[in-house]
């Protein structure tokens, strides 16, 4: 394999071991023994069929930068290939849902584990008590850049976040949100409905849909600079120079999105003095 330079904006976490050529080949055409509850090693192209299912993007280049930048430590043979145990399988799962999921840089999935975080709990919608308090029916949930996810129809937006329809209608106007019209039916996707959901706690401390124009022009603004920094590699004819930069692209707006509740947090203390 050709030792590549990461292309600018790329996200590292997709480059290949700098070392691979210093390695041995590891076998990769092991079959793909189930990963949990056997106590049985697993070779690194086993590993990387059992988890392909769940992460298609997952490679064995890939494992083995995860590897690079210590955040495994499989055991090597006498002849330096890579045995993968139970344990560092649920390992490898881990990091790879905090990237899908939560968008974190390795650097903070690093300390995550460090922490002794285990596997992200998939979050399941919970109805809040009727006394429950203000923000109580939100979720932290993570979306994919490149995927919409379901899509729900008016009636069911309405039924799943508590949202009052003439709400829903005045993101609309305001360019909130912008449903798709099927067959006679307008569909809202899974970041949409979420919105609806936010904006309907908002909107019990009396905030209207015009007073969310700063969020968005906000959120615009910054799509603008995460645009501006991948423009070259987006706009490549290279399938993969294209993938690579919407995974960057997406782990930027982590960083983004991470940054901008720290400085929310800061400028609130000062409020809250």
């Not at 009396?206 to 600079?225: C, I, M, Q």
């Not at 991470?258 to 800061?266: F, G, I, N, S, Y």
Request: charged fraction near 30%.
């Amino acid at each position: 394999m050709n030792e590549r330079v990461a292309e600018p904006g790329a996200d590292p976490s997709i480059m290949p071991s700098p070392d691979l050529a210093a390695q041995p080949a590891d076998p990769v055409d092991a079959p793909a023994a189930p990963p949990q509850g056997t106590g049985k090693s697993l070779t690194i192209g086993a590993v990387c069929k059992a988890l392909q299912q769940e992460f298609p993007d997952i490679s064995i280049s890939k494992i083995r930068y995860l590897e690079d930048q210590k955040l495994l430590a499989p055991r090597r043979t006498p002849g330096g290939y890579r045995l993968y145990s139970a344990g560092d399988v649920s390992r490898l799962r881990t990091i790879l849902r905090l990237q899908r999921d939560e968008f974190l840089p390795l650097r903070v999935i690093r300390q995550e584990l460090s922490a002794g975080r285990g596997d992200p709990e998939v979050s399941q919608p919970v109805a809040p008590a009727p006394d429950a308090r203000p923000g109580a029916a939100l979720r932290r949930l993570t979306f994919s850049i490149q995927q919409r996810g379901a899509l729900y129809s008016l009636e069911d937006v309405v039924e799943d976040t508590g949202a009052d329809p003439r709400l829903v209608a005045e993101l609309e106007d305001f360019g909130i949100i912008k449903g798709d019209a099927r067959g006679g039916t307008k569909y809202y996707d899974e970041t949409e409905r979420e919105i609806v959901r936010a904006v309907t706690e908002l909107a019990r401390y009396g905030v209207a849909g015009r007073n969310l124009r700063v969020f968005k022009t906000s959120a615009e603004r910054e799509s603008a600079l995460l645009q501006q920094i991948l423009a070259p590699a987006l706009r490549s004819r290279n399938p993969q120079r294209r993938k690579e930069a919407v995974e960057a692209l997406e782990n930027l707006a982590a960083v983004a999105s991470h940054l901008k509740h720290l400085l929310l947090v800061r400028d609130l203390r000062r409020i809250a003095r």
